[in-house]
């Protein structure tokens, strides 16, 4: 199991997808859109499930720490029956999110991945992609790291997302 | 929880946003097509992963099959850790798939929903959406109800996805 | 030249690609949609733009509306330059919304198409849909049709998009 | 008007999307992909149409260039009627494509723009996007350029696309 944790806009999916690519077995990808996806219209953009700020701040309710961590169980349990999973989250809690991470996965080995990104590159490239609420980028660039435990880092600021999923690969063959 | 079972194109994904939205609690809803996303792109066109042939016959390969075990057995976790889960899922091996569910989900209480849509009515659908390879709808309508046993069925050829889901939701309130 | 006019999950697109689906040559389809996907992203959200209100009703300002008309001048160009072009759009102006087509396709000849939903079904499709706003269906179900002359409706409340194409086919050959 | 021509994966849309960030004015943005969206789902396909190979050559038909070349004339018509727009395109008859856009402009003022990227790394992005056919970003990379006259290039090989396009904004304004 490999957990990525990076700010919005730190090319997170594109190393999930590169490594999905580059390593030899087939492993399944989950991550926090695929949740966020998984919720009612109505919690997209609401006090009790998620909000998103039009500053780029993004607040979540009681609603959504109840589902997420019954769905960081269902990932574990995924992982327990056998299949290989990369996870790519941001952990607007910092260490506390990596706690609950942690309470969900036991004693299941984990390979802690930290995927940084200059602000400002970040938030260029958050400009470039369009369809995310500007502001995101610079405000998590370094607020999802803070008191984060990693087994490794890639900064995607001058490295393309090839380069480090080959280097996240190198480490669990 | 509430597996729904139905042919492409029958208005599964339809059903299931209208019952997140008429539902009085919040629920998460996954489905075939999220499992299917989080595969390696190489799986998605491949004999071990699931293929979609021109004629609209999908085949899914061992690999497949392992992984989708997995991903059950994970939906099944994250029930057991709270959440309510909505899937809908498309049955192509009929009562073996049931079964499979049936071993993943042990003694969780389920619902289990038959979604029905006369053939040429879905495959007039697929048409209208043209994001699906034609012929599914058509090759799919009744093998995917063959030998499954339901606790209720809705028909959506004269009705609504919204009807259908209150009298799904009537169910179980 | 097609012209279909109706409000919001009336069911336009879904006729629009069935219409390319029976029609013996090939038709290109442009749509409102189009040109908003193609605006800057500040003006998708601001009041010189076009904005998505809480409550679905949708306004349009100065900005939108000249690159609206520039716009409808070049898909009036594509088809004197000699292909055929099926519109859908949302007259959100009525009868003024169809004299701005007038104008720009000068002695064109056009086939103008209203579709028509209930606009308790429409909003029944709206929630099935899920990534429209709520209420527009209901706000514009009859606003876009006042005043506007067509050559022929179609009403999806209880007929498939594929039957209504092939209604508006029998028109042009 | 601006022409930005580049291969598959040289970072086209991200520049496109800058520009309309940064510059002043609003601006539309059309591209060869919104043409290809506007194609019946049979012509997406087909040798008359648009094909797209297992190695990710493209291929494509009269039908395709009929409509491809009344397009061109109504992205003209749009700027000619008074809207700014930025096209990007894959010229994949190099310096012929020019002279099919060259014919629509007529005298039209156009900045013409190439965007390269080394062929490794585009193919590198390619891996990282997942939706498009393996090997067009390598397959286009130099053929698109061919022949082709600039009145500037960008590279975003080492370079944000915000940076570039800010580079192109300068030369407008």
Tied chains: 1, 2, 3, 4.
Excluded at 22 to 45: E, H
Excluded at 149 to 162: A, C, K, P, R
Aim: glycine share 10%; net charge negative; with cysteine.
């Amino acid at each position: 199991m490999i957990i990525l944790n990076g700010g919005s806009s730190s090319g997170k999916t594109g190393i999930v997808r590169c490594l999905q690519a580059v390593l030899p077995d087939p492993w399944l990808a989950f991550g926090i859109d695929s949740l966020v996806d998984a919720l009612p219209a109505s919690m997209q953009t609401s006090p009790e499930g998620i909000g998103f700020a039009a500053d780029g701040a993004v607040t979540v309710g009681a609603d959504f720490r109840a589902l997420e961590a019954a769905w960081m169980e269902g990932v574990a349990a995924t992982v327990r029956a056998g299949a290989r999973v990369v996870v790519d989250d941001v952990f607007l809690g910092g260490a506390a999110s990596q706690q609950r991470w942690r309470e969900a996965v036991g004693d299941l080995s984990v390979l802690w991945v930290g995927v940084r990104c200059e602000s400002t590159v970040a938030a260029a490239r958050e400009t470039a992609r369009g369809d995310r609420t500007r502001g995101m980028a610079a405000s998590q660039a370094h607020l999802v790291h803070e008191g984060v435990i990693y087994d490794m880092e890639v900064d995607t600021t001058h490295t393309e997302s090839l380069t480090c999923a080959r280097a996240i690969a190198a480490h669990i063959s």
